[in-house]
Nanobody, 132 residues
Framework: VQLVESGGGLVQAGGSLRLSCAAS????????IGWFRQAPGKEREGVGC????????YYADSVKGRFTITSDNAENTVYLQMETLKPEDTAVYYC??????????????????????????WGQGTQVTVSS
């Protein structure tokens, strides 16, 4: 199993970035892919997730309306499009995979939470830095 993030970098406030998460080694459609981020000195937090089966999504309030998650099942790749970036978006961004993707996303939509323990596989992370 492998998850590989790419697309991070340095961007000015107000700018955009698109992160990619390329997955291999598991049945992609059975899983949800979540995006998480961790800033220095802070806990890892869920940004949003997508079910690769039905395409349902969830977004944390802090990114709702600015970030969009899409999935390309043919390429086993999930994207995180980030718009109107703010300095507080600076963090290492991780993608992770959780089985029973429809349930994981539905639960996130209901509770507003993305428990880390639901995600079995993790990428290595990619740095996003937003300058003011």
């Amino acid at each position: 199993v492998q998850l590989v993030e790419s697309g991070g970098g340095l961007v000015q406030a107000g700018g955009s970035l698109r992160l990619s998460c390329a997955a291999s080694g598991f049945t992609f459609a059975d899983y949800a892919i979540g995006w998480f981020r961790q800033a220095p000195g802070k806990e890892r937090e869920g940004v949003g997730c997508i079910s690769n089966n039905d395409g349902s999504t969830y977004y944390a309030d802090s990114v709702k309306g600015r970030f969009t998650i899409t999935s390309d099942n043919a390429e086993n790749t999930v994207y995180l499009q980030m718009e109107t970036l703010k300095p507080e978006d600076t963090a290492v961004y991780y993608c992770a995979a959780a089985v029973y993707g429809d349930d994981v996303t539905a639960t996130a939509r209901l509770t507003g939470e993305m428990p880390l323990f639901e995600y079995s596989y993790w990428g290595q992370g990619t740095q996003v830095t937003v300058s003011s």
